[in-house]
């Protein structure tokens, strides 16, 4: 059965395709952000250190002895990896949800990107400077590069989260 006005029908239409497009973005983005992160640790600490990115996240979930070098790699690569893209995701989806409520966010195209990057930047300074330390993560805030988790929380995941969105809803704009 039906239920509503044909004005609340279609808001709650829009609102379901931008928490299809932020998951989808949130997913996309997620993935360009996890190989920017091994990349440029592997670049900057040496080959060994490709996976830390990945403990780290692991670590969250089966405690700081995922960290150590001795630790399952497997273990820690497949939990970090699901955690991760399960966080990228949701927090696709929150950015969608946000959109839908300030429509003025996706006008103009580069205005969707714009609030994306700065959203990622968010999401940085949220999860490392608040939630880490209330939660007691500390290996994230004080054994992160700041440069990096900038460039790769604002860039690699922010802007790419608004491009991909942006690509999404760009049709419909056509129309």
Not at 78 to 106: E, Q, Y
Not at 132 to 150: C, K, L, M, T, Y
Request: net charge negative.
């Amino acid at each position: 059965m039906v239920t509503g006005t044909p004005a609340q029908r279609q808001a709650r239409a829009e609102m379901g395709d931008w928490i299809k497009h932020g998951a989808l973005g949130g997913l996309i983005a997620g993935i360009v952000f996890a190989l920017f992160e091994m990349i440029i640790t592997a670049v900057l600490m040496g080959g060994d250190a490709f996976f830390m990115p990945l403990r780290m996240i692991e670590a969250m979930v089966l405690g700081q002895e995922a960290l150590m070098p001795t630790y399952d790699l497997i273990t820690a690569a497949i939990v970090g990896l699901v955690v991760h893209m399960m966080l990228s995701i949701v927090f696709g989806i929150v950015f969608g949800v946000i959109v839908a409520l300030v429509p003025t966010l996706s006008q103009p195209a580069g205005t969707l990107i714009g609030a994306a990057s700065v959203y990622g930047f968010l999401i940085w300074l949220v999860n490392f400077c608040v939630i880490a330390r209330i939660a007691g993560w500390n290996w994230f805030p004080d054994e992160s590069n700041v440069a990096v988790q900038f460039v790769a929380h604002t860039f690699f995941y922010g802007t790419v989260l608004g491009w991909v969105v942006e690509r999404a809803v760009a049709p419909r704009r056509a129309d």
